[in-house]
């Protein structure tokens, strides 16, 4: 394995560094080792290709460390053995190697030490549509295709046209995408949200105003109907206009002309009409909320968008869009790596691509130039773990190992119960110090065995998110797991 070409070593243990660095040597990577006294020597700014950092005895020198680390953030980063380094808000944290190595175990690691270099991240066939057309509906699922399908038929058409689908999914640029391929492309695109404006000022908004017509009405204005003419007027969130409103509207899609506010003279407009909402228009109109003589008006030609959750396999191609949106409008690039894209397919996103570009900004702003990892990502979007690189243990295992083994044994022997209350019983019944004594590190060692089991089963096994339901650090966890020999 020649991969590598120079490793990091840093190791307050003479005798760790001295076996640590045999090894590196003999697997093909060369390395030089230094203890914690001798980072004033050290040149950060060489072409590390990676850092295993051991035991540091003191705690200044573990801050010196960090901080280096923090500001040579393009150095990907191994933690060795049972060390709590407090590393894992570092964006270069690759994942932890343990004790004793061998060349599995560190042939994995080197890798993933490779791919944190090359920024490996994710890696999407270009599509060969137009890049104008379609703009931002990105992705090959069979919904977002049938999505683009209906917008190039209705695109040239003139009729009405209502967009429906959840908070977040994109209805408003579908709305933009009817407009700019359609005839009224050279008019102005006017969208407005009927919900976001009072239902006394709606009126004025959409079909605008002569002067006087009410208080504070000092000089006549044009409505968006009018501001739209020879375009595109987009309704947004038409489910959520009053009814008075809905009879109005229904007149000026029929006509097409209309009064200003407190004028008598009639307005005709050639106007396109999108509307869009999230709401149940059908369950509104048999609740009286909604007029059916409207919808139909309004739903000539529906386009239904699908939720993000129904087409997960859209969220590598999502994510360089909105990525390459982000770039051009000044931020950072950022890279995710295979594993935290695969986290993120996991998630149910209730917010839909809105809530996908939220978190992208957030990732831009929290770790510019880097490559965000799983262990990166807020708690909520954790479907998996930074690797743990477990050693292969032989037939016989080592005394540690049999540590545990024996206090396994201990627990399922003595202090396991078959029952659920009798587990409550137990450590309900010592209100007071009982007159014989109790064993305290036993009791104790029992109710953190239950309660990790409790938290992992909760969180499906991921460590990070149980540290987090047990107000822990991920590493502390870890350590528990391996004292008292659990599985995920």
């Known amino acids: 394995m020649h991969g590598l070409t120079k490793l990091l070593v840093i190791d307050d243990d003479a005798q760790s560094r001295l076996t640590l660095s045999n090894i590196l040597e003999f697997v093909g990577e060369h390395c030089d080792a230094f203890s914690s006294s001798q980072l004033p020597q050290l040149d950060w700014s060489l072409s590390w290709t990676g850092c295993i950092l051991g035991s540091i005895h003191r705690d200044d020198d573990r801050a010196a460390v960090i901080a280096q680390l923090q500001q040579h953030h393009h150095i990907p980063l191994l933690i060795l053995g049972n060390v709590d380094h407090r590393v894992e808000n570092l964006t270069s944290y690759v994942g932890d190697l343990e004790l004793p190595l061998n060349y599995p175990q560190l042939s994995e690691a080197l890798r993933h030490c490779k791919e944190f270099l090359g920024r ?267 690797p743990e690189f477990q050693p292969e243990m032989n037939c016989f295992g080592n005394v540690e190992e049999q540590e545990r083994d024996v206090l396994a044994n201990i627990f399922s022997e003595d202090f396991c119960f078959e029952e659920q209350n009798e587990f409550d019983d137990h450590f309900d019944a010592p209100q007071a110090l009982p007159s014989t004594g109790v064993n305290l590190k036993e009791m104790v060692a029992e109710l953190e065995v239950n309660l990790i089991n409790q938290a992992l089963e909760a969180q499906a096994g991921i460590v990070a998110r149980a540290a987090d339901m047990l107000g822990m650090r991920r590493t502390t966890l870890v350590e528990k797991m391996r004292k008292y020999n659990l599985q995920r």
């Open 120 to 386: 490996k991240g994710v890696n999407v066939i270009a599509s060969t549509r137009k890049n104008t057309l379609f703009r931002s509906l990105v992705g090959q699922s069979p919904g977002i295709q049938e999505v683009r399908h209906l917008i190039e038929q209705v695109s040239h058409a003139d009729a009405n046209v209502l967009i429906l689908g959840e908070s977040g999914t994109g209805k408003e640029v579908v709305a933009r995408n009817i407009h700019y391929h359609s005839s009224y492309s050279k008019g102005p695109f006017v969208p407005i949200n009927c919900g976001a404006i009072p239902p006394d000022l709606l009126e004025s908004e959409l079909f605008g105003h002569e002067k006087g017509a009410f208080t504070g009405a000092l000089t006549a204005r044009k409505g968006r109907f009018e501001l739209a003419n020879g375009g595109t007027i987009f309704l947004d969130e038409i489910g959520d206009m009053p009814m008075p409103m809905q009879v109005k509207l229904l007149r000026v899609l029929q006509e097409r002309s209309f009064e200003r506010v407190g004028g008598n003279s009639t307005i005709k407009v050639n106007v396109r009409v999108v509307a869009a909402t999230h709401r149940n228009l059908e369950q509104m109109i048999a609740d009286d909320t909604f007029r059916e003589d409207l919808y139909y008006r309004l739903n000539v030609f529906p386009i239904e968008m699908p939720a993000l959750r129904e087409r997960k396999a859209d969220i590598p191609l999502l994510l360089q869009e909105l990525m390459a949106r982000m770039e051009a409008e000044g931020g950072k690039p950022v890279c995710f790596t295979p594993r935290a894209v695969n986290s993120l397919m996991e998630h149910h996103w209730p917010g839909n691509v809105r809530e996908l570009a939220n978190l992208i900004e957030r990732m831009v702003i929290l770790y510019p130039n880097s490559l965000v990892d799983v262990n990166h990502l807020p708690t909520k979007y954790r479907y998996s773990d930074i």
